[in-house]
């Protein structure tokens, strides 16, 4: 296992990992929140359908190759960071989002606690990664 593979970075730091997604199907989306998903309405004073885009905490991103990519935030960077979770040969990264115990997972497609707009990106391609700066 490579070490920078796992490391978390801004996205201009990891162009080439960006770079390794065009062409993949996302398999899945979601949001490991801070909060279970009922206490997130309520902290936050936000509807329900609002939780897996609203809530703190990452997302993690699986893709058809085996590939899973984690997107969080870095304030002081005042960016979004990624990291690999997983690679195609299921090398993992030391601390795996979904085998946290204090994380409470919110999929993409939840009838719930999730919306259309981000369910119609389950099954899509990548096609292109643009990086703003």
Do not use: H
């Amino acid at each position: 296992m490579k070490p920078f593979l796992y490391t978390e970075d801004i996205p201009s730091n990891r162009s080439e990992v960006l770079d390794s997604l065009k062409g993949l199907a996302i398999l899945n989306l979601t949001r490991y929140s801070w909060e279970p998903p009922d206490m997130a309405v309520l902290e936050y004073g936000i509807e329900a359908k609002e939780v897996f885009s609203l809530t703190a905490g990452c997302l993690i991103m699986s893709f058809d190759s085996g590939l899973i990519i984690g997107y969080g935030s870095q304030p002081s960077k005042n960016s979004v960071t990624i990291w690999i979770e997983k690679n195609e040969a299921a090398e993992t990264s030391e601390e795996l989002a979904e085998e946290d115990n204090e994380l409470y997972p919110v999929d993409a497609t939840d009838a719930v606690y999730s919306n259309n707009f981000w369910a119609r990106f389950v099954g899509q391609r990548i096609s292109n990664i643009t990086i703003l700066k």
